[in-house]
């Protein structure tokens, strides 16, 4: 039996990186393992503690791993992340999954920088990446959901200043700095294949010619099934998903585009650079992050 395609996506939040495994999802005999290394880095026993002691505690659920370190199978889909140490992640990832051909796994840059030894082997990287003007303004609802869980009140968005009072969530170089830093260790060091870019916005609004690129350079099979799937977050009772993650997918409010979503949907036309709309605290992120997306994006994927 020929070896299994391994592809693993990076990106920062609302690249729809969870909606294109969806998409994957529609592959026969795939396997999607989901934000392995971001359990350990927020919640596993190897966390940063700091932090850590903010998030309310997690409901025990029972989870068996095997001798070999590996999950159970009735373990796989909502384990708890007490088991999720950054080795306990690579083994996930590199472990062989009988009859399945295609293993593939999403995962934030930044959550892996600080343990680059525990980067996976054997696979295919693909970066998603998006114009820092779209992404800062959803991520900061996203942190606004994040604070209310922690501290029991709602803070109104005009007065949430994420680069000063989220810095504890913002990871440092505000997740574009990270990706790029990861991007260039993998080319540098020759880890697998030239890596993938992909840009969102290039995938939102053709979607067949970008996953049919996609695809043949990874080694897929591609059909127009899929550029559509079932609404919901039932197929995360496949992946290979921590409970806190299956949790949020299922619950979240900023996870509705995910849950709702049953293809990817152009983007609205308007103003790109969205200048005038940015309140100061985005803009100083946008800022930040446009030379570590603007080197990407040169390299992207083009149809």
């Known amino acids: 039996m020929s070896e299994p395609v391994r592809v693993v996506l990076w990106g920062c939040p609302r690249t729809c990186s969870s909606s294109f495994l969806k998409c994957m999802s529609k592959i026969p005999d795939t396997q999607v393992l989901f934000e392995l290394f971001t359990t350990a880095h927020l919640y596993g026993p190897e966390r940063d503690q700091t932090v850590a002691t903010t998030f309310q505690k997690e409901p025990h659920v029972d989870t068996k791993v095997e001798e070999n370190g590996l999950l159970a199978r009735e373990s796989k889909s909502g ?34 920088i600080p343990k680059l030894d525990h980067l996976p082997k054997g ?18 609802k996203i942190i606004q959901e994040v604070l209310m869980v922690r501290y029991g009140e709602l803070t109104a968005l005009d007065d949430l ?9 913002m990871p440092s170089g505000f997740g574009f700095k990270e990706t790029y830093e990861l991007y260039q260790y993998i080319k540098d060091n020759k880890l697998g294949p030239e890596p993938i870019i992909i840009d969102t916005e290039d995938l939102k609004n053709n979607p067949a010619g970008i996953l049919s690129q996609f695809c043949e350079r990874v080694g897929l099979p591609y059909t127009d099934d899929l550029l559509a799937w079932e609404k919901g977050s039932d197929v995360a009772d496949s992946w290979i998903i921590s409970q806190r993650h299956k949790f949020i997918l299922k619950n979240a409010k900023t996870c509705e585009v995910f849950r709702e979503s049953t293809e990817f949907n152009k ?23 446009i030379p570590y997306y603007t080197k990407m994006f040169e390299h992207r994927l083009k149809v």
């Open 79 to 112: 384990f708890h992340s007490s088991v999720a140490t950054y080795s306990f992640a690579k083994k996930q990832l590199e472990a062989d999954y009988q009859g399945k051909k295609v293993i593939i796994a999403k995962e934030m840059a930044q959550c892996l």
């Open 123 to 140: 696979y295919q990287h693909v970066f998603l990446i998006r114009n820092p003007v779209k992404v800062f303004p959803s991520w900061k």
């Open 161 to 169: 200043i994420i680069d000063r009072q989220a810095r504890d969530v």
């Open 267 to 289: 983007s609205p036309m308007g103003n790109e650079n969205g200048v005038a709309t940015l309140t100061a605290d985005v803009q100083r992120c946008v800022d930040a992050s």
